[in-house]
């Protein structure tokens, strides 16, 4: 079988002959390691692999080449070979290369860069190389199958299974039943396939149509028996996973519950390019099992794939019901259940995401030179967002269902809104419908008073309408906004519990002593993954302070059964 190819692409003799020398060094026996001086003749090559048959694995292209730079040629590369992962190679101080990195990051021209010179490649290159194949790998290479999953394709079931094995960290593959290699595993375990999707566990033990909570239990990423704790995190986003490093690090028995897999809403992001300490970005998953690796070796538990259903007090305890039923007791409790963005539900929409419509608005800001961008919101997050965008991009059109922007917006928002030359508001105006080809094109926009629909062009659309907080279960527990986000510290009244003297609540601590909430979920709290883990980190130090309190030593002593 032919081996799956690395091109290497850049004018300049020298650094193609030592980047060829080192990348076949360490990649050579895996890998067909071929390299071009002219983007023109590579192409060309690029042709002559598909026309072959042949996969590429990898492709490096140097930024600056007369005949045609980096990013172009990678672009047309992709059409060629658009399962191979594509790295620019730019040099080191060059400041012209971070817009551009960002540029082609955001909209899916290349998935990462490399940085010249590289000297010495074991320090520089390989890591960054390794990476890119890791990743093809994982996309397109042979798996490690701890777990076989049999079912039909298409299926939503069989979608869902994928994907909480995906984001447990689970290897598995994937067999479609009336494929030869899905029916011979069913007849080898004795089934007929009427009921699907199967899993067929490392052991050889076989599921027939398991829930979410039945394959967490049975894989170990559970453990239902531990029903008392000293800190319970309900969430297992990075605001949870940061305290349950923290907690079970410094002592704590830690108990971790989270309603799906591990890594929250952060968990699905393709790549987080903003997070401190990785500046050629890493992807949600990742770091989120990363954490949950983390917080395990510590000794925190997890209950996954259960949702909080109930939050009670009962003296210095507090009480957390499952979805299942059980009852989880602990002496703090932290609440770190994330919020979701709010979705618009028009044609094409979620097509687009990750190559033109976006939720967030952070890094993604800076990549917007010369852009048509549309937004969409009308509270202080668009806001900011159009005002950190026009300062890039080449126009930007905010469309605001209100009649007014000073309806939900703060005065001195609308203030540096109207004064940028390059903002269109749009009031009493939503979107409609997107539409493009592999990318976004165009936004259609509808009045809605006079019911005039209008096609905007546009590279971007951020769609920013706000997010929900996951606590509905906590509506009779602890005091929310109105908003539904939990209200925590300062912002609350002086508050006691049974048998403790009135003072103020803690930092990041709810309604109900002894119950802290952190990351998203929390009332005026700022939605970015570091934010989050700082929280859930911080709030450690003042559970602890709330743990040493009278009431609380007073619940623990009389938890301890009399002998």
């Not at 929250?264 to 998953?285: D, E, K, M, V």
């Not at 003296?315 to 979705?343: H, N, P």
């Not at 806001?383 to 269902?401: C, D, E, H, P, Y």
Request: with cysteine.
């Amino acid at each position: 079988m032919a081996r799956p190819a690395i091109v290497i692409v850049d004018d300049d003799p020298g650094t193609l002959a030592e980047l060829h020398a080192a990348v076949e060094r360490r990649y050579g026996r895996d890998y067909a390691v071929t390299a071009h001086g002219k983007p023109r003749e590579a192409l060309t090559a690029l042709r002559r692999l598909r026309a072959d048959g042949r996969e590429v694995a990898l492709i490096v292209a140097d930024q600056w080449m007369p005949e045609l730079n980096g990013v172009d040629f990678l672009r047309q590369a992709h059409a060629i070979h658009p399962g191979a992962q594509r790295g620019l190679l730019v040099a080191w101080g060059d400041s012209s290369a971070a817009p551009t990195i960002l540029n082609a990051c955001l909209f899916g021209t290349i998935e990462n860069y490399i940085l010249r010179p590289w000297f010495p490649p074991e320090v520089h290159l390989f890591p960054m190389v390794g990476a890119f194949l890791s990743e093809w790998t994982r996309k397109h290479g042979p798996r490690l199958e701890l777990v076989r999953v049999i079912g039909n394709e298409p299926s939503a079931r069989t979608h869902d299974v994928r994907v909480f094995l995906e984001r447990s960290g689970i290897p598995h593959g994937f067999y479609a039943a009336a494929s030869g290699p899905g029916a011979q595993l069913l007849r080898q375990i004795g089934l007929d396939g009427s009921r699907l999707p199967v899993v067929i566990m490392p052991d050889s033990r076989v599921l027939i149509e398991p829930s979410n909570t039945e394959l967490a239990d049975e894989l170990g990423r559970t453990d239902p028996h531990d029903t008392a704790c000293d800190l319970l995190i309900v969430g297992a986003g990075p605001a949870g996973l940061a305290a349950g490093v923290y907690g079970a690090s410094e002592g704590l028995k830690t108990l971790i519950v989270e309603r799906e897999a591990v890594g929250g809403q952060a968990g699905t992001s393709s790549l987080i390019r903003n997070y401190l300490g990785f500046p050629a970005g890493i992807s949600g998953l990742e770091l989120a099992l990363r954490a949950y690796q983390q917080a395990w070796l510590f000794g925190a538990k997890y209950v996954l794939a259960r949702d909080a259903a109930a939050l009670t007090a009962s003296g210095g305890q507090r009480r957390v019901r499952l979805s299942d039923g059980s009852e989880i007791t602990a002496r703090a409790v932290l609440i770190a259940t994330g919020a979701t963005y709010r979705r618009l539900r028009i044609p094409n929409l979620e097509r687009y995401v990750g190559a033109g419509v976006f939720y967030a608005a952070g890094s993604e800001a800076l990549g917007m030179r010369g852009k048509d961008v549309v937004v969409a919101g009308g509270g202080n997050s668009a806001g900011q967002a159009v005002v950190s965008i026009a300062g890039n991009a080449r126009k930007v059109t905010l469309l605001v269902r209100q009649a007014t922007l000073e309806a939900g917006m703060s005065d001195y928002l609308v203030r540096q809104i109207t004064q940028l030359p390059n903002v269109e508001v749009r009031v009493r105006s939503e979107a409609v419908s997107v539409d493009g080809g592999e990318r976004l094109e165009c936004v259609m926009i509808r009045d809605r008073a006079t019911g005039a629909e209008e096609r905007i062009p546009s590279d971007v659309f951020f769609v920013l309408i706000g997010a929900v907080p996951h606590t509905e279960w906590l509506r009779e527990a602890v005091q929310r906004d109105r908003h539904g986000f939990i209200v925590t510290g300062t912002d609350l009244p002086p508050q006691s519990a049974p048998g403790s003297p009135l003072r103020a609540p803690l930092r990041f601590e709810s309604s109900l002593p002894g119950v802290f909430a952190a990351g998203d979920v929390r009332s005026g709290s700022v939605k970015r993954v570091a934010s989050a883990v700082g929280e859930g980190a911080v709030t450690l130090h003042y559970i602890h302070e709330y743990l040493r309190s009278p009431v609380a030593l007073h619940a623990a002593l009389a938890a301890v059964p009399q002998h």
